[in-house]
């Protein structure tokens, strides 16, 4: 199962902003779609944005269009969630993942289509 590891959350205003990045470990993200998911107490966890395998296809939940944006680096084996104009129901604990089949056009927000987790890192909006 690939593994990742998740960091750069924190306690940020409303309106702020954040980086996440995704470290994948033990294998290569090159061949992979990787997507971000997240988990708020008390709720399911929910799909937030991907990026195809090639990278040239992205993908957003209607709650983070226009704030989020995803991005990868194959070189550092790394994906990015650039947070912007964060919001308090943007708290949560947030995941990597990578998709279990090629997604190389398109990616999808579905956990089903997505193997191997990290620990998450928490993102807390609050004044």
């Known amino acids: 199962q690939p593994q990742f590891v998740e960091s750069g959350g924190g306690l940020v205003q409303p309106g702020g902003s954040l980086r996440l990045s995704c470290t994948a470990s033990?294998?290569?993200?090159?061949?992979?779609?990787i997507a971000w998911f997240r988990q708020a107490p008390g709720k399911e966890r929910e799909g937030v944005s991907c990026i195809s395998s090639s990278g040239r296809s992205t993908n957003y939940a209607d709650s983070v269009k226009g704030r989020f944006t995803i991005s990868r680096d194959n070189g550092k084996n790394t994906v990015y969630l650039q947070m912007n104009n964060l919001k308090p129901e943007d708290t949560a604990v947030y995941y990597c993942?990578?998709?279990?089949?090629?997604?190389?056009?398109?990616?999808?927000?579905?956990?089903?289509?997505?193997?191997?987790w990290g620990q998450g890192t928490q993102v807390t909006v609050s004044s």
């Open positions: 993942s990578a998709g279990a089949y090629e997604m190389y056009y398109a990616c999808t927000l579905q956990e089903y289509e997505y193997d191997g």
């Open positions: 033990g294998f290569t993200v090159d061949y992979y779609a």
